[in-house]
């Protein structure tokens, strides 16, 4: 079975991309291996953060159970973070939303990160 390892995510402030990943979706920082910053996102992956600069438009998008689901959007909704329903209609500040992906249909919402990346975090029904 093929697994995916990591992503390499260009930003443009390292400390305020792993302190906004790892406030708001709780992310883990794995520390530095120059020029990168880990981000564990589950036992076998990882964001590699990389301050090469960027103008945004990558999409991260996050499975997660129900209950964590609803402690991110509450975070999210604290940090006053413009959200939406929507890939295309983040700030409408409606949701979650109904969207398909890798497991079915889910509940979702879409935020941007401090450098423009679309971030997506999702619920399946089942979990």
């Known amino acids: ?3 995916l390892d990591h992503i390499i995510l260009a930003v443009n402030d390292r400390a305020g991309s792993i302190a906004f990943y790892t406030r708001i979706l709780g992310l883990a920082h794995d520390g ?3 020029p990168f910053s880990m981000l564990r996102v589950t ?4 964001i590699q953060i990389a301050a090469w600069g960027t103008q945004g438009g990558e999409h ?4 997660m159970s129900k209950r964590e689901f609803d402690e991110v959007f509450e975070r999210v909704i604290v ?3 413009p959200y939406g329903d929507r890939f ?3 700030g409408n500040m409606k949701g ?8 079915g249909m889910g509940k979702a919402i879409y935020f941007f990160d401090p450098d423009k990346h679309l971030v997506e975090i999702r619920h399946y029904e089942t979990t």
């Open 1 to 3: 079975m093929i697994e």
């Open 88 to 90: 295309d209609a983040v």
């Open 43 to 46: 036992p076998n992956f990882v």
């Open 32 to 34: 530095n291996r120059e």
């Open 96 to 103: 979650p939303g109904d969207e398909a992906a890798s497991r």
């Open 79 to 81: 940090a006053g973070i």
């Open 60 to 63: 991260l998008a996050f499975a």
